[in-house]
């Protein structure tokens, strides 16, 4: 069973930057569509950004587009998440996302989670 688990969470001003990571155990990440969501209280979770199987391809959410990047490191069975220029509304828990499955959007397209990493934005 793989298991995700992310860090790099944190307080930062609105500006700054952080990076998140993902780091999965065994050797079968590389298996796996990777994705990032987020959640703030009473809201539903929303996606944010997704990466293929060989990295080659990316999609991201309109919010953090042009601000935000998506890596990966198979060989560390890692993905990371930058985040820069961040926004007081980019505050929330961050959560790391597998799938067997094609490259979505949805929540429920994605099979494995961690247990999230708090980002707060203060402005």
């Known amino acids: 069973q793989v298991q995700l688990v992310e860090s790099g969470g944190g307080s930062v001003q609105a500006g700054g930057s952080l990076r998140l990571s993902c780091a999965a155990s065994?050797?079968?990440?590389?298996?796996?569509?990777m994705g990032w969501f987020r959640q703030v209280p009473g809201k539903e979770r929303e996606f944010v950004v997704a990466?293929?199987?060989?990295?080659?391809?990316?999609y991201y959410a309109d919010s953090v587009k042009g601000r935000f990047s998506i890596s990966r490191d198979s060989a560390k069975n890692t993905v990371f998440l930058q985040m820069n220029s961040l926004k007081p509304e980019d505050t929330a828990v961050y959560y790391c996302?597998?799938?067997?499955?094609?490259?979505?959007?949805?929540?429920?397209?994605?099979?494995?989670w961690g247990q999230g990493t708090q980002v707060t934005v203060s402005s």
């Open positions: 996302a597998a799938t067997n499955s094609i490259i979505s959007r949805t929540v429920s397209s994605y099979d494995l």
């Open positions: 065994g050797r079968t990440s590389g298996r796996y569509t």
């Open positions: 990466i293929t199987r060989s990295g080659g391809n990316t």
